[in-house]
């Protein structure tokens, strides 16, 4: 099986635990990057039975409307019973690293509102300890070197994110090296830092549920 065929099939896998669980008339929240396109393609099948969906990026918030999905403002939504999202990195806990397409700010904030966080990844995102894939940060412009200088002295070897910007109009950088023993102890430290909007360790906040892509079929923890 390839890698995308393992995607559309944890999609799969998610839209069926969506439909099973999760009542009809309520808002899904949607992830960001090539997993969460194929659940969003799958979901479209069922759309009916949603009020609608809040997005975690504007390239979600397009891909949900092209299919005639309501796309709500999170302000005026309270309730999100599942929130659907791939990762980069995922560990035994169902911490992760997210971020790699750059909307992990937004993907934080819906996750938090959301009950369930169903995480949807193929084989390969699954690690013992993570930080082999680089931490993203988002930062805000004016504090790129303030940060880029207290990662270093976090152990870290930040890259700054060449010609991308975030929604929010802020900048990543990518942080190599990082000794991830305790994620949610980092993730608590790198957010203190002045200027620094969030970071891709969601370890604070962690999956509840993990569909994960093998060749032998997809696997649910949590
Ligand atoms: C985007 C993310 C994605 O969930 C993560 O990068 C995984 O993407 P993909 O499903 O394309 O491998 O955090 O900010």
Redo the contacts with the bound molecule.
């Keep these: 099986m390839t890698q995308d065929e393992l995607?559309q099939a944890v999609a799969q896998a998610a839209v069926d635990y969506v439909v099973e669980q999760v009542p009809e008339g309520s808002i899904i929240g949607v992830?960001?990057?090539?997993?969460?396109n194929c659940f969003i393609d799958a979901l479209a099948k069922h759309r009916d039975r949603y009020r609608g969906a809040v997005a975690s990026?504007e390239a979600t918030h397009k891909r949900l409307a092209g299919h005639g999905f309501t796309v709500f403002d999170l302000n005026d939504v309270d309730k999100i019973p599942v929130y659907v999202?791939?990762?980069?990195e995922i560990d035994g806990g169902l911490h992760m690293i997210?971020?790699?397409?750059?909307?992990?700010t937004r993907?934080k904030i819906v996750a938090a509102v959301a009950d369930c966080f169903v995480c949807i990844?193929d084989g390969s995102?699954l690690v013992k300890t993570l930080g082999k894939f680089l931490l993203p940060v988002e930062v805000i412009p004016m504090a790129r070197a303030h940060v880029a200088r207290q990662l270093v002295a976090l152990g870290g070897e930040p890259f700054w994110r060449q010609g991308f910007v975030t929604d929010n109009g802020n900048v990543i950088l990518d942080v190599r090296g990082l000794h991830i023993s305790d994620p949610k102890t980092l993730e608590t430290q790198i957010n203190q830092i002045a200027g620094v909007v969030t970071n891709?360790l969601f370890a604070l906040r962690p999956a509840n549920v993990l569909l994960l892509g093998t060749v032998q079929g997809v696997d649910k923890h949590g």
């Design positions: 995607k992830g960001t990057g090539s997993t969460a990026s999202d791939g990762a980069d997210k971020g790699g397409g750059g909307a992990l993907e990844a995102k891709g």
